[in-house]
């Protein structure tokens, strides 16, 4: 039976046996003894992306009270949840995307601590996902960014919806109507500044 630990760009936590190309957290948000999660579905303001293999070190997931191991088909998708580069085991990636975050957003020396409470305002609603306006057409939209439409969520690639599945994506569609954003606006400006987010291999440029 697959634990409920896998990452949709909606943000909700599902079961499922497929794993992905990250791992990542928010914090404690499960019970070790039964391997399920809690009710709440964060625990910090860090919403972290982090690489599943890092320095030969292997963990037994939802085995102990540190933090809560998430899985997610690719970058894209753990942005469009609201997540960010995780500073400790990709910190050249994080460093990256700070530095496209302060171009896309003003600032510079900007703290982690800081994109989390901004991304923290653009991922909730209420305890639940938020879903913002376009800012343009869908073909005008950087590279990696995700949108919904009814029940469905995209990828965006150049200028193409590419619709999202827990095994990968598909082909283009070119009929969705009234798509809303799921990546969060201070990640898009990052996107749309420079910062590219590792794709699952399914996502074929069309």
Known sequence: MPLQNRVTPTGEIIATPHRGLFTGNRGIIHDPATKTLRNRRWSSSAWLVCLCDFRGRRREVMATRSWTELFFLDEATAFAAGHRPCFYCRRDDANRFRAAWEQGNGGSGVRAAEIDVALHRERLDRGRKRLHPLPGPIAELPDGTMVQAGEASFLILQGKALPWSVAGY?????????????????TLRALRAGYQPVLHPTAQRP
Do not use: E
């Open 170 to 186: 598909d082909a283009p569609r070119d009929d969705i109507t009234a798509p809303l954003l799921l990546t969060p606006p201070s």
